[in-house]
């Protein structure tokens, strides 16, 4: 099982739709971050989120980390083509020297 | 600036042999950190370098290896190739550790072992 739980796995919807992608875990991260993945293309950054009960906005995009630390959600409004790929979410573990992904949500938004 | 280069960016190999990949990071990084991504397991961590030495190492057997060099450019290597390495090897660069900043990942080595 991974250590980050991500939900849903894949996601279609219609341009214009709102989306919230899900990531849990039981652990207490000391930091989360998001990442949006292309076809042919590394993961990039969206998003860093270090302070419980923190709320981000990019744009469309509002990213909230929980009060616990140990989740977080990403919420698209208006969603658009362009938002069509894989979601990432990566956390830091505290006393740990790594960075744990989820296995992400693909999401496809068709115009 | 330049990005993270990773060559090369795909191979084909045959079970049994040993394969060398290799990552140059954004210019200034020093931390150099190797992913395995699949379909069915996402991305799992292989294992970070930091001023050419490791720092932690994810669950993965001997076969996978690494080094850092002094300007930072790193490789990984698998020996003994299976069927189940076939995957995408994607290479990351951060200036500071692996768990305290922005991951900058090149577009990856994808690997097919037949």
Known sequence: ?111 | KAGVTQTPRYLIKTRGQQVTLSCSPISGHRSVSWYQQTPGQGLQFLFEYFSETQRNKGNFPGRFSGRQFSNSRSEMNVSTLELGDSALYLCASSFQVLNTGELFFGEGSRLTVL
């Open chain 1, 1 to 111: 099982t991974q250590l980050l739980e991500q939900s849903p796995q894949f996601l279609s919807i219609q341009e214009g739709e709102n989306l919230t992608v899900y990531c849990n875990s039981s652990s207490v991260f000391s930091s989360l971050q998001w990442y949006r993945q292309e076809p042919g293309e590394g993961p990039v950054l969206l998003v860093t989120v270090v302070t419980g009960g923190e709320v981000k906005k990019l744009k469309r995009l509002t990213f909230q980390f929980g009060d616990a630390r140990k989740d977080s959600s990403l919420h698209i409004t208006a969603a658009q083509p362009g938002d069509t790929g894989l979601y990432l979410c990566a956390g830091a573990l505290y006393n740990n020297n790594d960075m744990r992904f989820g296995a992400g949500t693909r999401l496809t938004v068709k115009p």
